[in-house]
């Protein structure tokens, strides 16, 4: 059975703070492994990864992969209150799209 | 404007009354997807179609019938819902099953009781 496991479940930090959560997976036949934010709605898609070592970049958002360790993070530099949201992280197998249960991260000022 | 669309926002029912969430997508898709969400458990997969005519089950099909006999339409079909089926609900479509990103709706919030 697909497994994606994200930790911490939730972190509170300051505005201006720097972050790193964290995703690492377990699945038959890897093909990717994306990143998306949800606030109070939606998730919004925020990077897709498929190669190992090359980071992905948007602002002050950054993610990377590691294939041979299973695992991926995410980065949010200077964090703001606008960050606030739960973070989901997914991989892409053969079959399917299995999510992690999220890191809940609040941005206090 | 690009988005997939599902109706309605908002859904309080009876146990055993039939119901439909409808989803519509405008990208021309070849995938879609349907999710619940539940506090605790995350997103889990209840049926996908990697196009028209074809569907299949996801983790937690029970209870649940999907359709896709247009590619830009997949309802969801809940023939006799049940209390333990109140949830958050998610439509999904990407341009195709693997390595293209899911664009969600904005979500149905179901409660059965």
């Known amino acids: 059975e697909d497994k994606v496991v994200q930790s911490p479940l939730s972190l509170v930090v300051h505005e201006g703070d720097t972050v790193t959560l964290n995703c690492s997976y377990e699945v038959t036949n890897f093909r990717s492994l994306l990143w998306y934010k949800q606030e109070k709605k939606a998730p919004t898609f925020l990077f897709m990864l498929?190669?190992?070592?090359i980071e992905k970049k948007s602002g002050r958002l950054s993610s990377i992969l590691d294939k041979k360790e299973l695992f991926s993070i995410l980065n949010i530099t200077a964090t703001q209150t606008g960050d606030s949201a739960v973070y989901l992280c997914a991989v892409h197998s053969n079959y399917k799209l299995t999510f992690g249960k999220g890191t809940l991260l609040t941005v206090n000022p | 404007e690009a988005q997939v669309t599902q109706n309605p926002r908002y859904l309080i029912t009876v146990t055993g009354k039939k119901l439909t969430v409808t989803c519509s997508q405008n990208m021309n898709h070849e995938y879609m997807s349907w999710y619940r969400q539940d506090p605790g458990l995350g997103l889990r997969q209840i049926y996908y179609s990697m196009n028209v005519e074809v569907t299949d089950k996801g983790d937690v099909p029970e209870g649940y019938k999907v359709s896709r006999k247009e590619k830009r339409n997949f309802p969801l079909i809940l023939e006799s819902p049940s209390p333990n089926q109140t949830s958050l609900y998610f439509c999904?479509?990407?341009?195709?099953?693997?390595?293209?990103?899911?664009?969600f709706g904005n979500g149905t919030r179901l409660t059965v009781t």
């Open positions: 999904a479509s990407s341009l195709y099953r693997n390595n293209s990103p899911l664009h």
């Open positions: 498929t190669s190992s070592g």
